[in-house]
Structures are given as structure tokens and as C-alpha cells.
């Protein structure tokens, strides 16, 4: 079943039509160059005009290091001004920059530098308490490459001395690797054109106005703070900078200072609702929210219809990869059903399809979810990984398991690998942890799939506790059983954590979990 949407004129918003990042930043700059663009929460602020002339300033410095068109670059920054910047200079430059994760350490970084041809890295110093500079050193030990560290400041020159710009649309211009579910990290090459096209998806599915005021409360590195980037170029909305997520503090700073796009997942959205239980009666933490927007994992089917009862804006959920950012997306004129249980319909010019064993499903069947689109990657950096990651007719295989309705909503039901086989029998991690979440014990859940002598896999519950609950495996199995889980789903193993194991999207890193409590699988 192929489903595409169609993208409504949204008047009054610079068209990013066949224009590249630099010059997206220098169109906004001249139409709005005293509006405000960011302010961090050391209460530096950044206008439109401010940005573009400092990004000049930093091109200029960085091509007096030898930096230019095709000069692959890899960058690692937390969420701050200086990454805005150095992205709109390596823009400008034409360079092919690969922004890094801040989690990632020396193996990462030396897989990543070696096979993306590094010529340059560029590191913060020292950020939440670790040195950046010896580990840059170290992992690009032998390879001939330039460290720079940006503590916080960026080199800087006179701006005449740039050369001309050459834009460059379709050509490589970014790499990004995926966050470490296998043992190296994959780089996906993507263009402008094709980061643009998720901010499309976004901008369609949001209708953000210079009006609003946005989280950045993710890795900037991360594909999805980069279209934010393209986002803002777009609408003039303002971005609030957050570097290190605090779930006591950044809530109330998103709040004071009027959030009202309040990114950027479940896990963000849970610390929100969390943060809000915590106040008095009748006060708002957030009292200009709109949306609570994002993806990058799966949303319990409860939560929308909490967060409308207890902040009052719903919840906008899509779904996407590092390859193929921004495949599908709620609607802000969405029914509720849609937005609590669905990922979203196919934004503007996605085509998906579901496939099981070669053939393609018909509504509400179960498959593999393959897309088409602009936003899709041009393949990988190691080339060989293609033919695995397109099938024939060049639809990208996500790996994601979902089914889309008579409607064209699309819901994610699964990984193909997180499935767990018990007898032969598939059982779907997902449909568990969603019934779990639902129990007025469990704050978070997680099932995994460990190895089993006798049944090949079990099932094991990894749950994070409200204040004060409890919960046995007595408790979980009967109230599973209460709920009409088949017998052979329900989980054999319980295991109560203080918190779950999370990448900076939010996606539970179960291959930890599985290492902890019964070996990798």
C-alpha cells in the first residue's frame, strides 16, 4: 500500500525550494535580520542578521585552516550557539560536514574519522566533564588529521577573504551515523536537498510560525537538530538552546521562557508530564505550549491524551531514521484517536509501503515498512551496505515493522529484529510494552527477548517504577492476563530498574539491557 500526502501552501514563509542551507540563512537574515533566532540558558540571545555575520566570520577562519568545498569534516559540539554557527560556516564553505554524537568515545570516533577520510575534527574541550581534545588526538592517532578545539570559541577572519559561493543542492554535504544498534555505527550521506525535504515533512506536519519558540533540548549533532536548523531559515521561529537536559530544570526554563514547540520525544515528553505532577494545582509549567513535538521512539498510546489532560497540547509524534529522517508525521489537525495510537500519515512526497516475505500488504496487514522520498539517504558511505538497505525497485528497507489503515495513518509496530521468538511463535516487544506503560505502577518499560534453553527466547520485562510502586511477577502476569495478552506472550522474567538505558533520540538501547540481564542475543 503506497501512501503520499500532498503539502499545502503555507503562506508567508521563505520557500526552501531548490535552495541550499546558506542560502536559506542568508534569505532569512535579509528578511528579518533583527528577529531574534536562539537564546541559551546563559541568556545569550541571537538574531537572524547577528547569525549570518558570524558564520561569515567563522567560514573565513576555518578556510584559513585550509577548509573548502569537498573538505570532509567531523565536529562534535553539545547544543549551543557555536553549533549553530559552525554549521552555517561549513555550509557556506561547501565543506561535507559529519556531525558527531557527544556520547560517542574513542573507537566510535576513529571508525568514523578513518572511513569518512577525516581532514578535520573539531571538538568543544571539555564538556560534562570530559576532555574531548586527547580523545580527538588518540582516535585520529595516524591518519593525518587536523584537530581544532572550539572552547567555546570558533577562529575567526575577515569575511572578504571568503571565496565565492558555490551552491550545491543535491551533492554531498552531510554524513550521519546512525547511534550504535550494530557493532560500527553507519554513515548515511545526505545533500541539502534531502535535509530539506525532512524539514518539509516537519514544517507540514507542525505549521510552525515565526511566532513560536521551539526545544533544542537533543544533540544538535543529531540528524534531527540539524533540520531544525533548515526549520528555522524557513519560519523565523526561535530556537531555545539547551546543552545538557535536566529533567528538574530544563522543563521549568522551557516554560519561563515560553515553549511552545516542547520537543523532542517520549522521553523529553515523560520528564515534561513528570515535572508538571510536581506543581500545585492549576499552575502551568508550560503555559504557551502548543505541541509536543518529535519522534526517534516509540510513544506509549496513553500519553497524548495525558499531556492533554495535564498541559493541554497534544502530542505530535512521527517517525523516521537516521537514513530517512521524517518519513511520516501527525497532523496538528489530526483526530486524538490518530494522535495517541497512530506514528502519523506519509508527509509531502513520501511514498511507504508494507512488505512481508516479498509481497506487498493491503490495509491494516503487518509488514516491513519501505519509503521513497526526497528525504530518503543517498546510500551509505561504505557502499557495500546499499544492496542490503535498497531492495530492487530502490525503496529503502527500514527495518521497522508497522501497518498503515484505510486512512493512510501509519503505526509502528515493532523491529524486524525486535522480535522475540518463543516456540517458534513471534511476539511482538512493542504490544507488551505498551500494555505495561498502561499500569498505574510502571513510570517505563522495555521487553526484551533473552536466550532459553527449552522455548529458543523468553521474554523479559525491564521496568522503571512510579514513586513509591510496587510490582512482582505475580502482579505483571496477572494483570497482563487481565488485559488479554495470550499466554505465550507474556513476559517469564521481571526486572525493576531506576532507569532505562537511552540514546540522546530516545530510543531504549536494548542490546545493553540484553548484555545485563542474559547475554547478547
Given at each position: 500500500?503506497?501512501?503520499?500526502?500532498?503539502?499545502?501552501n503555507?503562506?508567508?514563509?521563505?520557500?526552501?525550494?531548490?535552495?541550499?542551507?546558506?542560502?536559506?540563512?542568508?534569505?532569512?537574515a535579509?528578511?528579518?535580520?533583527?528577529?531574534?533566532?536562539a537564546?541559551?540558558?546563559?541568556?545569550?540571545?541571537?538574531?537572524?542578521?547577528?547569525?549570518?555575520?558570524?558564520?561569515?566570520?567563522?567560514?573565513?577562519?576555518?578556510?584559513?585552516?585550509?577548509?573548502g568545498?569537498?573538505?570532509?569534516?567531523?565536529?562534535?559540539?553539545?547544543?549551543?550557539?557555536?553549533?549553530?554557527?559552525?554549521?552555517?560556516?561549513l555550509?557556506?564553505l561547501?565543506?561535507?560536514?559529519?556531525?558527531?554524537?557527544?556520547?560517542?568515545?574513542?573507537?566510535?570516533?576513529?571508525?568514523?574519522?578513518?572511513?569518512?577520510?577525516?581532514?578535520?575534527?573539531?571538538?568543544?574541550?571539555?564538556f560534562r566533564?570530559?576532555?574531548?581534545?586527547?580523545?580527538?588526538?588518540?582516535?585520529?592517532?595516524?591518519?593525518?588529521?587536523?584537530?581544532?578545539?572550539?572552547?567555546?570559541?570558533?577562529?575567526?577572519?575577515?569575511p572578504?577573504?571568503?571565496?565565492?559561493?558555490?551552491?550545491?543542492?543535491?551533492?554531498?554535504?552531510?554524513?550521519?551515523?546512525?547511534?550504535?544498534?550494530?557493532?560500527?555505527?553507519?554513515?548515511?550521506?545526505?545533500?541539502?536537498?534531502?535535509?530539506?525535504?525532512?524539514?518539509?515533512?516537519?514544517?507540514?506536519?507542525?505549521?510552525?510560525?515565526?511566532?513560536?519558540?521551539?526545544?533544542?533540548?537533543?544533540?544538535?549533532?543529531?540528524?534531527?537538530?540539524?533540520?531544525?536548523?533548515?526549520?528555522?531559515?524557513?519560519?523565523?521561529?526561535?530556537?531555545?538552546?539547551?546543552?545538557?537536559?535536566?529533567?528538574?530544570?530544563?522543563?521549568?526554563?522551557?516554560?519561563?521562557?515560553?515553549?511552545?514547540?516542547?520537543?523532542?520525544?517520549?522521553?523529553?515528553?515523560?520528564?515534561?508530564?513528570?515535572?508538571?505532577?510536581?506543581?500545585?494545582?492549576?499552575?502551568?509549567?508550560?503555559?504557551?505550549?502548543r505541541?509536543?513535538?518529535?519522534?526517534?521512539?516509540?510513544?506509549?498510546?496513553?500519553?497524548?491524551?495525558?499531556?492533554?489532560?495535564?498541559?493541554?497540547?497534544?502530542?505530535?509524534?512521527?517517525?523516521?531514521?537516521?537514513?530517512?529522517?521524517?518519513?511520516?508525521?501527525?497532523?496538528?489537525?489530526d483526530?486524538?484517536?490518530?494522535?495517541?495510537?497512530?506514528?502519523?500519515?506519509a508527509?509531502?512526497?513520501?511514498?511507504?509501503?508494507?512488505?512481508?516475505?516479498?509481497?506487498?500488504?493491503?490495509?491494516n496487514?503487518?509488514?516491513?515498512?519501505?519509503?521513497?522520498?526526497?528525504?530518503?539517504?543517498?546510500?551509505?558511505?561504505?557502499?557495500?551496505?546499499?544492496?542490503?538497505?535498497?531492495?530492487?525497485?530502490?525503496?529503502?528497507?527500514?527495518?521497522?515493522?508497522?501497518?498503515?489503515?484505510?486512512?493512510?495513518?501509519?503505526?509502528?509496530?515493532?523491529?524486524?529484529?525486535d522480535?522475540?521468538?518463543?516456540?517458534?511463535?513471534?511476539?511482538s516487544?512493542?504490544?507488551?510494552?505498551?500494555?505495561?506503560?498502561?499500569?498505574?505502577?510502571?513510570?517505563?518499560?522495555?521487553?526484551?527477548?533473552?536466550p532459553?534453553?527449552?522455548?529458543?527466547?523468553?521474554?523479559?520485562?525491564?521496568?522503571?517504577?512510579?514513586?513509591?510502586?510496587?510490582?512482582?511477577?505475580?502482579?505483571?502476569?496477572?494483570?497482563?492476563?487481565?488485559?488479554?495478552?495470550s499466554?505465550?506472550?507474556?513476559?517469564?522474567?521481571?526486572?525493576?530498574?531506576?532507569?532505562?538505558?537511552?540514546?540522546?533520540?530516545?530510543?531504549?538501547?536494548?542490546?545493553?539491557?540484553?548484555?545485563?540481564?542474559?547475554?547478547?542475543?
Amino acid at each position: 500500500m503506497d501512501t503520499v500526502n500532498p503539502m499545502p501552501n503555507d503562506a508567508g514563509l521563505i520557500d526552501t525550494a531548490g535552495k541550499t542551507l546558506w542560502q536559506l540563512i542568508c534569505e532569512r537574515a535579509d528578511a528579518t535580520p533583527d528577529k531574534r533566532m536562539a537564546i541559551d540558558e546563559k541568556g545569550r540571545t541571537l538574531t537572524f542578521g547577528q547569525y549570518r555575520s558570524w558564520s561569515e566570520r567563522v567560514a573565513a577562519g576555518l578556510a584559513h585552516r585550509g577548509i573548502g568545498i569537498g573538505t570532509n569534516v567531523s565536529w562534535i559540539l553539545p547544543s549551543r550557539f557555536e553549533s549553530l554557527v559552525l554549521a552555517a560556516a561549513l555550509s557556506r564553505l561547501g565543506a561535507i560536514q559529519n556531525p558527531i554524537l557527544p556520547i560517542y568515545r574513542t573507537r566510535e570516533v576513529a571508525f568514523i574519522t578513518r572511513q569518512s577520510s577525516c581532514a578535520v575534527i573539531i571538538v568543544p574541550g571539555i564538556f560534562r566533564g570530559f576532555d574531548y581534545t586527547p580523545m580527538a588526538i588518540e582516535a585520529t592517532r595516524g591518519q593525518g588529521v587536523q584537530v581544532i578545539v572550539a572552547d567555546p570559541d570558533l577562529a575567526e577572519a575577515d569575511p572578504s577573504t571568503l571565496p565565492a559561493y558555490v551552491p550545491a543542492l543535491t551533492d554531498l554535504r552531510w554524513l550521519f551515523y546512525s547511534s550504535g544498534t550494530t557493532a560500527d555505527p553507519k554513515g548515511a550521506k545526505h545533500s541539502d536537498r534531502s535535509m530539506s525535504a525532512a524539514n518539509t515533512g516537519m514544517q507540514w506536519s507542525m505549521e510552525v510560525g515565526p511566532d513560536d519558540k521551539a526545544a533544542v533540548v537533543f544533540p544538535i549533532t543529531h540528524v534531527g537538530g540539524l533540520v531544525w536548523l533548515f526549520n528555522a531559515m524557513q519560519t523565523g521561529v526561535e530556537l531555545l538552546m539547551v546543552e545538557t537536559f535536566s529533567p528538574a530544570d530544563t522543563p521549568r526554563w522551557l516554560g519561563e521562557h515560553g515553549v511552545t514547540c516542547a520537543g523532542a520525544g517520549t522521553v523529553f515528553w515523560l520528564a515534561y508530564l513528570n515535572a508538571q505532577r510536581q506543581l500545585p494545582p492549576g499552575q502551568q509549567l508550560m503555559p504557551a505550549v502548543r505541541i509536543f513535538n518529535g519522534g526517534g521512539a516509540p510513544k506509549p498510546k496513553t500519553l497524548h491524551y495525558e499531556m492533554m489532560a495535564e498541559m493541554g497540547a497534544p502530542v505530535i509524534g512521527g517517525w523516521g531514521l537516521t537514513e530517512s529522517p521524517i518519513n511520516t508525521m501527525v497532523h496538528v489537525d489530526d483526530p486524538d484517536d490518530k494522535k495517541a495510537t497512530t506514528d502519523g500519515r506519509a508527509c509531502p512526497d513520501v511514498q511507504i509501503r508494507v512488505v512481508i516475505d516479498g509481497h506487498e500488504c493491503g490495509p491494516n496487514e503487518e509488514g516491513e515498512l519501505r519509503v521513497k522520498g526526497p528525504q530518503v539517504c543517498m546510500g551509505y558511505l561504505d557502499s557495500s551496505l546499499d544492496a542490503e538497505a535498497f531492495d530492487e525497485d530502490g525503496w529503502f528497507r527500514t527495518g521497522d515493522l508497522g501497518v498503515i489503515d484505510d486512512g493512510g495513518w501509519v503505526s509502528i509496530t515493532g523491529r524486524l529484529k525486535d522480535i522475540i521468538i518463543r516456540k517458534g511463535e513471534n511476539i511482538s516487544a512493542k504490544e507488551i510494552e505498551d500494555l505495561l506503560y498502561a499500569h498505574p505502577s510502571v513510570a517505563d518499560a522495555a521487553v526484551i527477548g533473552l536466550p532459553d534453553t527449552s522455548s529458543g527466547e523468553r521474554a523479559c520485562a525491564v521496568v522503571v517504577l512510579k514513586p513509591e510502586a510496587a510490582l512482582t511477577l505475580a502482579d505483571m502476569v496477572a494483570y497482563l492476563k487481565d488485559h488479554q495478552l495470550s499466554m505465550h506472550k507474556v513476559p517469564e522474567q521481571l526486572e525493576i530498574v531506576a532507569a532505562l538505558p537511552r540514546n540522546p533520540s530516545g530510543k531504549v538501547l536494548k542490546k545493553d539491557l540484553r548484555a545485563t540481564y542474559g547475554g547478547t542475543t
